[in-house]
């Protein structure tokens, strides 16, 4: 049945890779009607490595924030990117981040657990306009690596990553039809070498009901809210940071980081035969957050004051909602907040 189900998954994703990307779709719908829960255990999943790199030197994360951000949302998503090489409680982010680092490449080295945000760059005057493709994602790089010298991020191909952040008035191709964000590689062509980036695009006023689960919900899907009946009479789960599309692109910043740490060149590790429609490390686990989680339901997470939802901490006392990814040791989805 399962096996089914994942060709189904393979179907619906190959529809709309018009070429070699590891783009995600995150339709609720798949949530609710298609068992994309491998919470427990699986011998289906054939999640495979395929001989290229992994993510193991210490990275040099770059961000780019493209159109008009709020300086509040974008220190949420900053102390995220701290969170995940620095100690907080457990569960914390960093231990959430230890399920990435059992990926090896076939040297066997590891992905590093060393995540240092290098520098950023402020795209306010939308270098490349309001609607961007998905190749424009990459010209958006270029652009900061090329700005004055006082402004420029550096171009850096041994490990650096680009996050490029774009902000609620920006259209990007497929976003909010098919996917939320996506990892690539550039081109030299384009940014002059090859570097892995990922996109996440500010879902909360575009998308939210596609983007930012479980803190906002879809009219059409039909089925009552995941808080429904528990959060403060609220139906929806209140975000731990006070904004539903800051809160969910958290979680897709940290399923694209996963990824992109585990594939960055689309030829490390991934499930199913098509690279051009990887199933990767963080897809197998979407929208699972805690013990139980799967099929509309984001299993056993913590509540917090005000009735907030989340599952890890960060630095100053931050709290976060992460999905959770597969351990390829264990062979099932997992997160530090597991009860078993
Ligand atoms: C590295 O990966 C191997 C294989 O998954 C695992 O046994 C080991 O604990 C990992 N080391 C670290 C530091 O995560």
């Given at each position: 049945?399962?096996?089914?189900?994942?060709?189904?998954f393979?179907?619906?994703l190959?529809?709309?890779?018009?070429?070699?990307?590891?783009?995600?779709?995150?339709?609720p719908?798949?949530?609710?009607?298609?068992?994309n829960?491998?919470?427990g255990?699986s011998d289906?999943v054939?999640?495979?490595?395929?001989m290229g790199?992994?993510l193991?030197?210490?990275?040099?994360?770059?961000?780019?924030?493209?159109?008009?951000?709020?300086?509040?949302h974008?220190?949420?998503?900053?102390?995220?990117?701290?969170s995940?090489?620095?100690?907080?409680?457990?569960p914390?982010?960093?231990?959430w981040?230890?399920?990435v680092?059992?990926y090896?490449?076939?040297t066997?080295?590891?992905?590093?657990?060393?995540?240092?945000?290098?520098g950023?760059?402020?795209?306010?005057?939308?270098?490349?306009?309001?609607?961007?493709?998905?190749?424009?994602?990459?010209?958006?790089i270029n652009?900061?690596?090329?700005a004055?010298?006082?402004?420029?991020?550096?171009?850096?191909?041994?490990?650096?990553l680009?996050?490029?952040?774009?902000?609620?008035d920006?259209?990007?191709?497929?976003?909010c039809?098919?996917?939320c964000?996506?990892?690539?590689?550039?081109?030299?062509?384009i940014?002059g070498?090859?570097?892995?980036?990922?996109?996440?695009?500010?879902?909360?006023?575009?998308?939210?009901g596609?983007c930012?689960y479980?803190?906002?919900?879809?009219?059409?899907?039909?089925?009552?809210?995941?808080?429904?009946?528990?959060v403060?009479g609220?139906?929806?789960?209140?975000?731990?940071n006070?904004?539903p599309?800051?809160?969910?692109?958290?979680s897709?910043?940290?399923?694209?980081?996963?990824?992109?740490?585990?594939?960055p060149?689309?030829?490390a590790?991934?499930?199913?035969?098509?690279?051009?429609?990887?199933?990767e490390?963080?897809?197998?686990?979407m929208?699972?957050?805690?013990?139980?989680?799967?099929?509309?339901?984001?299993g056993k997470?913590?509540r917090?004051?005000?009735?907030?939802?989340?599952?890890v901490?960060?630095?100053?006392?931050?709290?976060?909602?992460?999905?959770?990814?597969?351990?390829?040791?264990?062979?099932?989805?997992?997160?530090?907040?597991?009860l078993?």
């Open positions: 049945m399962q096996k089914l189900l994942q060709c189904l393979f179907l619906s190959s529809c709309f890779c018009s070429f070699p990307s590891s783009a995600f779709s995150r339709n719908n798949r949530q609710f009607s298609q068992a829960n491998y919470e255990s289906l054939d999640l495979r490595y395929h790199p992994v193991a030197s210490p990275i040099n994360l770059y961000i780019i924030w493209y159109g008009h951000w709020n300086p509040t974008q220190s949420t998503i900053r102390d995220f990117i701290y995940l090489s620095s100690p907080a409680p457990y914390s982010v960093a231990d981040w230890r399920t680092r059992f090896t490449d076939q066997g080295s590891n992905i590093t657990g060393n995540i240092v945000l290098s950023e760059f402020y795209d306010s005057v939308y270098s490349h306009g309001i609607y961007l493709s998905r190749l424009a994602i990459q010209s958006t652009s900061a690596v090329t004055s010298k006082t402004r420029a991020l550096p171009l850096n191909p041994h490990n650096g680009y996050l490029v952040l774009t902000s609620s920006v259209r990007v191709q497929d976003f039809r098919a996917v964000g996506f990892h690539y590689f550039s081109f030299p062509t940014v070498v090859t570097v892995p980036y990922a996109w996440v695009g500010y879902s909360g006023s575009q998308c939210p596609m930012a479980p803190f906002a919900w879809p009219d059409y899907s039909k089925m009552p809210p995941p808080g429904a009946g528990g403060g609220s139906n929806v789960m209140r975000p731990p006070g904004d599309g800051v809160d969910g692109m958290i897709v910043i940290a399923h694209e980081l996963a990824e992109v740490s585990s594939n060149l689309v030829n590790w991934y499930a199913g035969e098509d690279p051009t429609a990887p199933t490390i963080a897809d197998l686990c929208g699972v957050y805690g013990t139980g989680g799967g099929g509309g339901y984001v997470v913590y917090g004051t005000w009735g907030v939802v989340y599952n901490n960060g630095v100053k006392g931050r709290k976060f909602m992460v999905q959770w990814v597969w351990n390829p040791v264990t062979r099932r989805c997992f997160g530090p907040n597991a078993d």
